[in-house]
């Protein structure tokens, strides 16, 4: 029981600090960076933007629900299947725009500092307008399927999923999408950015374009450390779930979830701090 109390505590406080920190770091990139119009018109800080908006929206619906739930057992679904759906889509697309949206400011550091004038005309904030609107058209398009594949489950009286399919496509979504090719992304084109960067003095030379970046290549360590570790662990009890586990074993596992799923919150949290630091 020791460990459950602890999870309890750790998700209540370490939630409390997360969600202010959220507010906090979020909330002041989106005022400051709308306001001046130096940044407005940067498509990088604009996807940056979009990202913190995202970001904020994901932990202020998402944890607070979780903390309920943990901390004090209480079920603001109540057995209705159409708020199971709903909490479900929005775990879900938020967390895909939000790792979308720190890919495409890494690639468009890879165009404006890129040699080539054609390139360098593809980062226009006119651009960076239509592709967001795509981008969160398509992943709310493709989050579609969350609404038929999740129910209050009639065993359980909790929301989940019996469809099999989703077993197979979890790790999928969990390790690839969500975690392996934007890593993949965001890896190859900081190289990139950063090539292009060392074959020109006037770049290195900028200090504007060096902050960008290396709020960039933080991103990426951020996606790593607390996306990565959460995809691991729901493929391991996806893996095992049809494995007979002793008492001991199950709140132990339960433990390390707490703090896998609470790291998973540092990713949409620390990347707006980081954002906020060099300008603010």
């Not at 960076?33 to 202020?60: A, E, Q, W």
């Not at 725009?97 to 890879?110: E, G, H, K, M, R």
């Given at each position: ?5 602890d ?7 370490v939630?409390i600090c997360?969600?202010i920190?959220c507010v ?5 990139n989106?005022?400051?960076f709308?306001k001046?119009?130096?940044?407005r ?21 998402n ?17 209705s ?17 939000s ?26 904030i006119?651009?960076?307008h ?13 989050g ?6 999740y ?18 496509y ?7 999408i ?15 950015t ?7 003095v ?29 995809g691991i ?5 996806l893996i ?6 002793d ?14 799923t ?6 949409y ?5 980081v954002?906020?630091?060099p300008?603010?």
């Amino acid at each position: 029981m020791t460990l459950l109390y602890d999870a309890q505590l750790l998700t209540l406080y370490v939630g409390i600090c997360l969600f202010i920190a959220c507010v906090i770091g979020n909330g002041i990139n989106i005022l400051v960076f709308s306001k001046l119009h130096m940044y407005r018109t940067n498509p990088c800080i604009f996807y940056f933007i979009m990202g913190s908006i995202d970001n904020m929206f994901y932990v202020c619906f998402n944890l607070p629900i979780r903390v309920l739930s943990d901390c004090y057992r209480t079920d603001i679904f109540r057995g209705s299947d159409v708020w199971c759906k709903i909490r479900q889509f929005f775990l879900f697309v938020p967390a895909l725009i939000s790792v979308t949206f720190s890919c495409l400011a890494i690639i468009d550091q890879f165009l404006v500092t890129s040699k080539s004038a054609y390139l360098r005309s593809r980062s226009r904030i006119e651009w960076a307008h239509r592709i967001s609107l795509v981008v969160i058209v398509f992943w709310c398009l493709y989050g579609v399927h969350v609404f038929f594949l999740y129910r209050i489950l009639p065993t359980t009286k909790t929301c989940g999923s019996d469809n099999p399919a989703l077993a197979i496509y979890s790790p999928i979504y969990l390790l690839g999408i969500i975690c392996g090719i934007p890593v993949g992304i965001m890896t190859l084109f900081g190289l990139l950015t950063y090539r292009n960067i060392q074959r020109t003095v006037r770049l290195a030379e900028l200090r504007f374009d060096r902050q960008l970046i290396r709020m960039t290549s933080i991103h990426v360590v951020l996606v790593t450390v607390s996306l990565i570790p959460y995809g691991i662990n729901r493929a391991y009890t996806l893996i095992t779930a049809g494995v007979v586990k002793d008492s001991d074993r199950l709140m132990k596992e339960s433990f390390a979830t707490t703090m896998v799923t609470l790291g998973t919150y540092l990713y949409y949290v620390v990347s707006g701090l980081v954002l906020l630091s060099p300008y603010v």
